[in-house]
């Protein structure tokens, strides 16, 4: 279809398309910029469908979109391609009595924190900006506040409604029968068709995500360790109480971004290697009193500081207090490059990954920003580091790194999330033949033409 007539279309359907393709092409990570053809942004659910037969008749590829702030690339569109920017669908229905929402793919953070307030109930915050989308990190699993005790974001999706590349519509979970979506059963799990995939599955326009009680007091409270291993030590023993949402450490190199040092040398052997937010809540203060006790208990070489008084002395660590927030050190520093490995593994591996990672990114001259966390009561872990480089001149230097950390990391049996297109070979190299041979076929039957996000989990 020769472009102006696909423009033509493209206005019959969305009343006009976006101008500025450029800024679209690219993002902060390592990945190269490619141009699409279009932008198109949905305003009704209904014209998603119309959109993906479209390009599908005409082998146009599609890549869905809400903010484009992940670290893996992911949204990078398909050259010459369209790009589905799904941000104005923004609306938010809450079964109060079962403690789920219904959101479509615009709902930030910052939204739906308010809107759930209102019924008295809450969600977990991943490390990101409030204005980013609560159904994109869902579908991509990603992890927040509450991670320790009700695990990764796919653990708390019910169900979504989605469109494949035909235009079919599809609904998931309960709501498949029921119209409520309460859960992922007891129908076959379809749902997970769609999580992970990063678009190239399907366009999910919405997504029922669980909430939780607010709960009458919460704390966070901050621990400082001299090395990582003793601070892992107490996110291991933490993790198998019980009694915390949420036990996540990060680096020394947090701190000193956090507080306005943009150019670090080595660490100082006295200060602290990690530190270790503690997250937790409850109905009564006798409760609040035995966590906090079990706190002191588990770590009483590093004593928790209630983070609100640890603003009091030290204000710049604002960010820290209360999420979602904008974590500017990692997003406005001066060569603008971040990107990552995150990954999820063993927890008896963890002191080792994330002193062997460590070395690595220390041995090319970067600070090693590692975040440590036990999930789902401790059944694994996630160990991620966080590069921050000048995409002017660091570019090509940092995917090597990326290959050399994913690779170490994998051969501890941690295994990626939120894949970057960097690690894919080596993701493939390991993947059981089986799985990726069932991967295929379901993309090939979901999405003949290869249209969806066809840039996503092309193994080599």
């Given at each position: ?11 019959r ?127 991509m699993d ?23 590349a ?7 979970g ?14 076959p ?5 769609f999580?992970n995939?990063?678009g ?25 360790f ?12 933490g ?125 090319t ?10 999930m ?33 990391l ?51």
């Amino acid at each position: 279809m020769a472009k102006a007539a696909l423009r033509e279309e493209l206005v019959r359907i969305f009343g006009g398309v976006v101008e500025d393709v450029a800024a679209h092409a690219s993002d902060m990570t390592e990945n190269e910029p490619r141009m699409p053809a279009f932008v198109v942004e949905a305003t009704r659910a209904e014209q998603v469908p119309e959109l993906l037969k479209l390009a599908s008749t005409r082998g146009v590829p599609v890549t869905p979109k809400v903010t484009g702030m992940n670290i893996g690339g992911l949204a990078i569109p398909a050259e010459g391609g369209i790009v589905l920017d799904l941000r104005r669908l923004d609306k938010v229905e809450i079964d109060a009595p079962n403690m789920v929402a219904w959101i479509e793919p615009g709902v930030s953070w910052k939204k739906l924190k308010e809107v759930a307030g209102r019924h008295g109930l809450a969600l977990g915050f991943p490390l990101a900006p409030p204005e980013t989308s609560v159904l994109a990190c869902a579908l991509m699993d990603g992890l927040s506040t509450m991670a320790l005790a009700h695990g990764s974001f796919n653990d708390w999706v019910h169900g979504v409604e989605a469109y494949l590349a035909d235009g079919t519509k599809v609904v998931t979970g309960s709501a498949a029968v029921s119209g409520r979506p309460l859960s992922r059963g007891p129908l076959p799990d379809l749902t997970g068709m769609f999580l992970n995939w990063f678009g190239s599955s399907g366009v999910v326009t919405r997504l029922a995500f669980a909430l939780w009680p607010r709960r009458a007091f919460r704390k966070r409270g901050l621990l400082a360790f001299r090395d990582a291993e003793s601070g892992i030590a107490l996110l291991r023993a933490g993790a198998r109480t019980g009694l915390f949402d949420d036990l996540g450490g990060l680096s020394w190199p947090a701190a000193k971004w956090a507080f306005g040092l943009d150019r670090l040398g080595p660490r100082d052997p006295h200060e602290p290697e990690l530190y270790v937010i503690a997250d937790y809540g409850a109905d009564t203060k006798a409760e609040m009193k035995v966590k906090e006790e079990r706190l002191k208990e588990l770590a009483p070489e590093a004593p928790p500081i209630p983070v609100e008084e640890l603003l009091l002395l030290a204000p710049d660590l604002e960010p820290f207090a209360e999420l979602p927030a904008r974590l500017g050190f990692l997003l406005d520093h001066e060569g603008q490059g971040l990107t990552w490995v995150g990954t999820f593994g063993p927890m008896d591996k963890l002191e080792e990954g994330a002193r062997a990672g460590m070395r690595i990114v220390e041995g090319t001259g970067n600070p090693p920003l590692v975040v440590v966390r036990p999930m789902k009561g401790g059944h694994f872990a996630v160990l991620r580091f966080i590069v921050r480089f000048d995409k002017k001149s660091e570019t090509e230097r940092v995917r090597e790194l990326l290959v050399v950390l994913g690779r170490t990391l994998m051969d501890l049996g941690y295994v990626p999330y939120k894949c970057p297109a960097t690690l894919y070979g080596e993701v493939a190299r390991r993947l059981d033949p089986g799985f990726r041979t069932l991967m295929e076929r379901l993309r090939k039957t979901m999405d003949p033409a290869g249209i969806l996000n066809p840039d996503r989990w092309r193994l080599p």
